[in-house]
């Protein structure tokens, strides 16, 4: 019988190690899922000393007074959208290739324009070396507070490989600009 039983025990055992691999794993499986909140304390972060001469305090607060003053006067507090030049009021329109690559047999551009948009155009130039071998013309959809070309597909047959150098030529109104970049194929 020890025989018998010591088969048996060995049973128990490797369904008792199975069970509890399952539950580990199951535990591993349900605390990957489980979402935490960050935790928040209630002590206030003790801020680094910073130097600052008496004069140059002065005249923070004076700025601060002022630019109350002025918020008061208008009845608008005047909003930021970020820090510089406004670019709806540049002389040239600017923006940047957002993508440019090649998808399913076709040369994707799209292009972000910084300046806010109702109407214009966008022209396309694909050049290598110093002739364009393809050019296109979309017109602008608005954004928020920006505006894209409508985007340029153009199918890759007949381009060639190598490098290309693009050329977006921005037209709206009175005013223009060029985006310039490259992509090879």
Known sequence: MTGRKRKNWAKYAGVLILIAVMAGGGFLVWKSFETREPEVSDEPVAAEPVEVKE?????????????????????????????????????????VITYAGVNDGNLMVRVNIDQYLTEGTC???????????????????????????????????????????????????????????????
């Open 123 to 185: 022209k396309l130039e694909l050049v290598r070396g110093e002739s364009v071998v393809y050019d296109e013309t979309v017109g602008v959809i608005d954004s928020a507070a920006t505006a894209t070309c409508k985007g340029f597909n153009v199918a890759t047959t007949g381009l060639g490989s190598g490098k290309l150098n693009i050329r977006i030529v921005v037209t709206a109104g009175e005013k223009t600009g060029t985006i310039e970049g490259e992509v090879s194929l």
């Open 55 to 95: 004069d140059e305090k002065k005249e923070e607060v004076e700025d601060e007074v002022k630019s109350e003053e002025s918020k008061v006067d208008t009845g608008k507090e005047e909003i930021k959208q970020f820090d510089g030049n406004d670019p709806n009021t540049g002389e040239k329109l600017t923006g």
